[in-house]
């Protein structure tokens, strides 16, 4: 068997198309969706997806400030940032870029931010949404994920989903939402005993535990579909996901690439989660 490919490039440059015209349309009704992303400190890799996060709020039309802050940025300075971006009419989303220095506080951060422009999804407020099946603001990387699958209309209900990776970013989020779509799931974590077993019975796998080629061929089930949701530089300077793809791909019916794969739908949903704040504010 040889995988066929979820291209998460092509999916969200169709709903970033789409998003755009839907920003067109709200600006006609008076409501410009607006997005502030809050970067403390000069993290290489933080800086890139800032960038790029900037870049793709100018191409669908959304209004993007960014704000950078020293890294010897206070926790006070940056709670009154939040609090007077929490109060700006022009902003509908926030994001505050992690990781953050040391001496800040990330769950006094996210508490903080409106769980109305909540774009990312990680105010408990909306985490307790999820949980308990309220509409809310979603992280967008499971969001993204799910909008894969959608598209490429891969079944849910009934399969046997296993997640393996238990963040509050992605695998917890994404179990809940693999479960309100009635699968049934399971999650792994480091201290999973017979995980290979685990994972050879999964119909949906999904590896997000930052961990180079964790999950071997040998893992996955005839006809899975795999989504790899890892990002890790090897020493070669070359990109590799949680998944070792090339073995994955001869067992695997459908399977994400990396790059190409989650990382291009994780930004389209964010996208997507700020003209959701814009249009629930305004209607408000």
Not at 179 to 194: F, M, P, Q, S, Y
Not at 212 to 221: L, Y
Not at 269 to 281: C, D, E, F, S
Request: glycine share 10%.
């Amino acid at each position: 068997m040889s995988a066929k490919i979820l291209d998460g490039k092509a999916v969200a440059k169709h709903i970033r198309e789409n998003i755009a015209k839907e920003v067109e349309k709200l600006k006609h009704e008076g409501i410009h969706p607006g997005l502030a992303v809050v970067l403390v400190g000069n993290n290489p890799a933080s800086m890139i997806y800032v960038r790029h996060k900037g870049e793709a709020c100018r191409t669908a039309g959304i209004y993007s400030e960014e704000h950078r802050l020293p890294a010897d940025t206070s926790e006070t300075d940056l709670l009154g940032l939040i609090d007077k971006l929490n109060k700006d009419p022009r902003v509908h989303g926030i994001l505050v870029q992690l990781p953050l220095p040391e001496q800040i506080n990330k769950d006094h951060i996210l508490k903080t931010i409106s769980p109305d422009k909540d774009v990312d999804g990680f105010n408990e407020i909306n985490m307790g949404r999820l949980m308990t099946g309220q509409d809310g603001l979603v992280p967008c990387t499971p969001l993204g994920i799910m909008k894969l699958l959608e598209h490429y209309r891969i079944q849910i209900e009934g399969k046997y989903a296993v997640v393996v990776g238990r963040s509050n970013i992605v695998g917890k989020p994404v179990a809940m939402m693999l479960l309100h779509r009635n699968a049934t799931v399971t999650i792994c974590h480091t201290r999973t005993k017979n995980m290979s077993e685990i994972c050879r019975q999964a119909d949906i796998l999904i590896a997000a535990v930052g961990r180079s080629r964790m999950i071997s061929g040998d893992m996955i089930k005839d006809g899975a579909v795999v989504i790899d949701v890892g990002i890790n530089r090897l020493d070669t300077g070359k990109l590799a996901g949680d998944v070792d793809y090339e073995g994955a791909a001869e067992k695997a019916a459908w399977i994400t690439p990396v790059p190409g794969g989650v990382g291009p739908m994780t930004i389209a949903m964010l996208l997507y989660n700020t003209v959701k704040a814009a249009k629930h504010i305004a209607r408000k």
